[in-house]
């Protein structure tokens, strides 16, 4: 079987672990796990992992902490494990960098269904050959998955990536939170729609240096990426 990719997992609980471990490598991937949050970061060094999963409740460095952690060395792909109804922690995961959450208990088709769509959302858009979308102070670059923002190079999450690219490449649109879910997270999340209130915020902190508000909502529908008046993008 083909190696999909290395996951590093953290999680206090062993059936956890091993559950994961076990899908994990039906599925193809090679699977770590690290019970103490102490032990996370030398882990990552180590390991080089393609994707963590981080339980927010961990002895020694809590999830959230390491999250944010991780996302200073490297913008790997994130998925959050939360108490179930827990919508503060979700939120507070995905303020943090998090791409993704999954809710405890789980089912463990479900969390490999999710690192694969997170795995594929990070991968370069191979239907798009050195493409770019340049606007007003922003560059977007799809081959490359980089952001320039007034000419300097910001780091974006695989999530805000594909979410601000999805918009940009179909500006003046209108988009229902549903549609963006749908399309930039490629499955259902039963309505968990502030998911993409999340990410829209920390794109507009990003772009904030910008003389011009390129994230517009429409209240009551959604959202729409609005280049300054009479701007068309250019695709090079």
């Not at 990719?5 to 559950?19: F, M, P």
């Not at 998925?79 to 827990?86: C, F, Q, S």
């Not at 963006?180 to 729609?193: A, I, K, M, R």
């Not at 701007?231 to 090079?236: G, I, L, N, R, Y």
């Given at each position: 079987?083909?190696?999909l ?15 994961v ?17 102490d ?7 180590r390991?080089n992992?393609?994707i ?9 460095v ?11 060395i490297?913008?790997?792909?994130i ?8 919508e ?8 943090m ?6 809710s ?8 490999m269904?999710r690192?694969?769509a997170?795995l594929?959302?990070g ?5 798009v ?28 999450t ?20 549903d ?19 999340v ?10 240096s ?20 009479d ?6």
């Open positions: 079987m083909t190696l990719g290395k996951i590093l997992i953290a999680d206090d609980d062993q059936n956890v672990l091993e559950l471990k076990l899908y994990g490598n039906r599925e193809g991937f090679d699977v770590i796990g690290i019970n103490d949050g032990k996370v970061l030398a882990a990552f060094d390991e992992p393609d963590v999963i981080l339980d927010i409740m961990l002895p020694g809590d999830g959230l902490t390491l999250c944010r952690n991780l996302r200073s490297r913008m790997i792909p998925i959050m494990l939360t108490a179930k109804g827990e503060a922690d979700r939120v507070l995961g995905l303020e960098g998090a791409d993704d959450y999954v405890k208990p789980f089912s463990p088709r479900e969390l269904a690192v694969k997170v594929r959302r991968q370069p858009d191979e239907t050959i050195a493409g770019k979308l340049t606007f007003p102070g922003l560059e977007i670059q799809a081959d490359t998955r980089k952001v320039l923002v007034a000419g300097q190079e910001l780091k974006f695989p999530k805000e990536f594909d979410l601000l690219y999805y918009m940009a490449r179909n500006p003046r649109r209108v988009f229902p939170r549609k963006l879910l749908e399309t930039v997270w490629g499955y259902d999340y039963y309505g968990e729609e502030r998911t993409v209130d990410h829209v915020r920390r794109l507009r902190t990003k772009l904030s910008l003389d011009h508000d390129y994230l517009t909502t429409i209240w009551g529908v959604g959202y729409q990426f609005s280049p300054p008046p701007e068309e993008d250019t695709t090079s």
